[in-house]
């Protein structure tokens, strides 16, 4: 029986690969970590499987770099707070509330500091943007959407005005398959020989992504590699056109076909393809060493590793995977450094990855890559609990069914763990009507509004205690309460 995930979009934040934010599309996927206040949980009756993030957006011609919240204006202008107008011309652009899809604003309407919008140019072909004016003076957001947060500061005689500075534009006639590939300009589908322009930002998917398996992208029939140097291996495909790109008149846009690889296991693991990563346990499927799937099918891996011990890289072919890299939470203090390696060390040690082409190794006619890791002596840590209160248990599979039920000695008050458990508490005496507070080491759990009668945590070495025994040796301890209240009424 698989863990199901819980999803808290109140408190999380995610690394994610960019494209276009959709109204009704969780901005766009990778791979993400935030682990501190267990906001991705898999959560089953006896515990969950937390899982988090940091946050990285970026894509295109769109320069939404000064992100913001909504717009918190009147609409009629009738607003008692103070407020500026937002000028521009509404036939050269169009104005959104809040996301590029978001609600239309008229110019002359009354808004407020802090205020965000986006602004998406409609120049048509020939033409494109040479610069994004506020109140005549250019600013540094370039290509065919610029966003923008409202500062009174910015104001002159109580107005913002947002103008546009055009220069030529190249044109060319757009080449892709549209019965296996659908295009999108504006938000409007687009087929098969349309005219679009230089700076045009176009948003390419699959129409079936279930039996059409992308390799990579490509741009006249070369591969596409992004400015970090990466080649473009999901469904769907964002691509601001430049103006190189556009040979004779014409620009073609396909996808290489994936093929299939064979994974090989040096090591125990288990290793599951991932269908939805916000809901890992909607299908899918467990591969065993020899096993085949397509390239850039996600896949989790997690070691099966032996009591004391503990992960520190993965190879693919002989070669160490990187470490994740986490941004989130964000802030200079200690903890939140901290809190960076934890989740840094959680999804290292519970790898998401995708298989790619350029990885594998020709074996006996089969593309074959070989996935193994290394490790190193865990520390050892005394866990505190009171058995009466709090059930434990030791997460040490991706299926619940090998859940360990840990419980303290009698005549004991700590049971061994070791770094890099992950471990569930909770509370027996939770019913309706209740609400936890979970301390841990003497501080109390920041937590969801819910109080939880469930709290995961992946042990690391910043998040137990440390003591010294007499002899000066160091004793990692790491000690669960919980309290059981009547909920407050709203």
């Known amino acids: 029986m698989m863990y199901n995930y819980m999803y808290n979009l109140k408190s999380q934040t995610c690394l994610q690969r960019s494209y276009k934010v959709k109204k009704n599309r969780l901005l766009s996927i990778v791979i993400a970590i935030l682990l501190g206040t267990c906001v991705f949980t898999f959560t089953s009756c006896g515990g969950s499987f937390p899982i988090g993030g940091g946050i990285a957006i970026g894509g295109g011609g769109s320069s939404n770099q000064n992100g913001g919240g909504s717009s918190g204006s009147d609409e009629n202008n009738n607003n008692t707070e103070e407020t500026v107008k937002l000028i521009f011309d509404e036939s050269k652009m169009e104005c959104h509330e809040s996301y590029d899809t978001g609600d239309l604003v008229k110019s002359g309407k009354n808004v407020s500091e802090d205020s ?20 005549g003076k250019e600013l540094e957001q370039k290509g065919s959407q610029m966003g923008y947060t409202v500062k009174f500061a910015d104001a002159v005689g109580k107005k913002i005005k947002i103008t546009i500075k055009s220069e030529d534009a190249k044109n060319g006639k757009l080449e892709f398959n549209d019965n296996l590939i659908k295009c999108q300009l504006d938000d409007k589908e687009i087929k098969n020989n349309t005219i679009v322009k230089e700076g045009a930002i176009l948003e390419f998917e699959v129409k079936d992504s279930k039996t059409q398996h992308v390799g990579d992208w490509q741009v006249n029939d070369a591969k596409f590699i992004d400015k970090e140097g990466n080649p473009q ?18 620009i073609k846009i396909s996808y290489r076909t994936a093929e299939k690889i064979t994974l090989k296991f040096e090591k125990p693991m288990e290793c599951k393809t991932i269908v939805n990563f916000f809901k890992p346990d909607d299908g899918g499927e467990f591969i065993s060493t020899g096993g085949e799937v397509f390239e850039n099918t996600l896949l989790l891996l997690r070691p099966s590793i032996e009591a004391g011990k503990t992960l520190t890289v993965w190879t693919i072919n002989g070669t160490e995977l990187p470490l994740p890299k ?39 006619g089969k593309k074959v890559i070989t996935i193994s890791y290394e490790t190193r002596v865990a520390k050892a840590v005394r ?24 419980v303290i000695p009698d005549n004991d008050d700590y049971i061994l763990v070791y770094e890099n458990d992950m471990l569930s508490f909770t509370a027996k005496e939770f019913e309706k009507g209740k609400v936890c507070k979970w301390t841990v080491n003497d501080e109390e759990k920041e937590s969801s509004s819910t109080k939880p009668a469930s709290y995961t945590e992946f042990l690391t070495e910043r998040n137990v205690a440390e003591e010294e025994d007499d002899d000066g040796n160091p004793i990692y301890t790491f000690t669960v309460e919980v309290s059981v209240e009547d909920a407050e009424e709203d």
């Open 233 to 250: 291996r999901e469904h769907d495909f964002r691509y601001y056109v430049k103006a190189d790109d556009i040979k004779d008149g014409k």
């Open 326 to 364: 986490i941004s989130f939470p964000e802030g200079d203090s200690d903890e939140a450094e901290n809190k960076r390696k934890d989740n840094r060390d959680f999804f290292n040690y519970n790898k998401f990855w995708g298989p790619y082409i350029d990885d594998a190794k020709d074996e006996n």
């Open 116 to 135: 965000y919008f986006v602004f998406k140019e409609k120049l048509g072909n020939g033409k494109k943007v040479k610069a994004w004016c506020l109140n």
């Open 383 to 406: 866990l505190k609990f009171d058995n009466d209160a709090i059930e434990c248990k030791k997460m040490n599979s991706i299926k619940k069914s090998e859940d360990t039920a840990l």
